[in-house]
C-alpha cells in the first residue's frame, strides 16, 4: 500500500533496472513513485545513464543524499557535485529532493545555526526538501515556509537550462 519506493545507493543503470524488475514481479500498481538515492561518486558519475533508465517510470525523483556523497566525492567538491545534480535534473525535469541534515539543529534543538540557514537558501534551488523528525517540526516548517517566501522572487535558476555535467575524478579532501 505504498506510494513511493526509495532506492539507496544507486550507482548504476542496472540497480534501476533490477528495481523495475522486482516491481514487476509484485505487480506493484502502475503510478508508484520511485525516488533514486544518489550518495556515492559512482552514482554521481553515471548519473545520465540512470536518468534514462528511471525515466521509463513515472513518477521518478532524485534525492541528493548529501553526507555520504561528500565523504565520496571530497568535501570541497560537494558544493558543485550538488549543483552538477540539480542541473541534470532540471534538464531532464525529474524532481530533486535536497536532503541529509537540512535545519537539523532547528529540528532537534529549536535554534537553527548560521550554516544551516545557508543551507536552506543553496536548497531553495531544488524542487523538493527533505526535514528529519524532531521536537522542533512545526517550528522548523515555519521558518523553512518563510525563508523560501522571502527568497520566491529568486526561485529562478540561475543556471543555463542543460549545463555539462562533470564526471567526478576527485580524492578525498579532510
Not at 549543483?83 to 525529474?94: M, N, P, Q, T
Request: charged share 20%.
Amino acid at each position: 500500500h505504498a506510494d513511493v519506493v526509495n532506492l539507496s545507493f544507486v550507482n548504476s543503470p542496472s540497480d534501476v533496472l533490477q528495481l523495475f524488475s522486482e516491481l514487476k514481479k509484485r505487480k506493484v500498481k502502475s503510478g508508484l513513485g520511485v525516488i533514486l538515492k544518489i550518495e556515492t561518486q559512482r552514482g554521481f558519475n553515471n548519473l545520465t545513464e540512470i536518468l534514462l533508465a528511471g525515466m521509463q517510470l513515472f513518477p521518478i525523483g532524485v534525492m541528493i543524499a548529501r553526507g555520504d556523497l561528500a565523504v565520496e566525492c571530497g568535501w570541497r567538491n560537494i558544493g558543485w557535485v550538488q549543483k552538477e545534480i540539480l542541473s541534470l535534473c532540471l534538464a531532464a525535469h525529474v524532481t530533486d529532493i535536497w536532503a541529509t541534515q537540512v535545519l537539523e539543529n532547528m529540528a532537534k534543538r529549536g535554534v537553527p545555526s548560521r550554516a544551516e540557514i545557508t543551507d536552506v537558501v543553496a536548497a531553495q534551488q531544488a524542487d523538493c526538501i527533505m526535514l528529519n523528525k524532531g521536537s522542533f517540526n512545526l517550528d522548523t516548517l515555519k521558518l523553512l515556509d518563510g525563508i523560501l517566501k522571502n527568497l520566491e522572487q529568486y526561485r529562478e535558476k540561475n543556471i543555463s537550462f542543460s549545463p555539462a555535467l562533470y564526471e567526478a575524478d576527485l580524492e578525498f579532501v579532510e
